[in-house]
């Protein structure tokens, strides 16, 4: 049989004295500090996933800003080697003179299988042939390859090889002319190529660029 004691006895005089304490409040007080306890723990753990994600993105974005030292460099390799040397591969400076689709006469796939993704197929295609820069001040290491946008390697002239297409500026500038009456003869339209950049950072940061110039 359940007996409760008063909470304040009486003397004789008729003043009260406390009565005997059960301790409910000390296992309030527990489950209280128990429930307190688990709401910091949630705290700190929502608060270092935030900042786990926010160095990620940081880091992420450092590498795709530093993807354009990969451009300017395939670009200004462009620029120094802009003669009939790009109608062939050059495989040694990451460079191929076609690009089709998926498998085109340069022998090397130029986009991911379906399903494939792109670190495994620069991993398992591209990456033999990349042209690999020095690390920059935040740790990023770029790679490129250029693709110059034809169906098949060679020169484009008709007269050399008529089966070579290829993608083009639609802008021609019109060719110079001071003779009275004379017709300027445009020169050939300038060709695009384009240019993959892969750049490996820390926290095994991994990040893909590309771009279309035109020579």
């Given amino acids: 049989m359940l007996t409760s004691a008063p909470l304040f006895s009486r003397l004789a005089d008729g003043k009260k004295i406390p009565g005997k304490q059960r301790g409910v409040v000390l296992i309030i007080a527990l489950i209280v500090l128990v429930a307190m306890s688990l ?104 790679s490129y390859v250029i693709h110059r946008l034809c169906n098949q390697v060679g020169s484009r002239k008709p007269a050399l090889n008529p089966g070579v297409s290829c993608a083009v500026s639609p802008v021609v500038v019109a060719g110079e002319c001071y003779t009275p009456g004379c017709r300027p003869i445009p020169p050939p339209p300038q060709l695009y190529y384009r240019i993959t950049v ?15 110039v035109t020579l």
């Fill in 39 to 142: 709401a910091a723990i949630a705290l700190v753990r929502s608060v270092d996933t935030a900042n786990i994600i926010t160095g990620n993105l940081a880091f992420k974005q450092a590498a795709t800003h530093s993807g354009d030292i990969g451009t300017e460099s395939a670009t200004a390799w462009l620029e120094m080697n802009n003669n009939a040397s790009l109608d062939n591969d050059m495989t040694a400076n990451g460079y191929f003179a076609c690009a089709a689709p998926v498998v085109d006469t340069c022998l090397i796939q130029t986009y991911p299988a379906a399903g494939q993704s792109w670190d495994a197929f620069w991993t398992a295609t591209l990456a033999a042939n990349a042209v690999a820069l020095a690390a920059d001040a935040a740790g990023n290491t770029a």
């Fill in 198 to 212: 892969r750049i490996a950072g820390p926290r095994n940061t991994v990040s893909y660029v590309q771009s279309i």
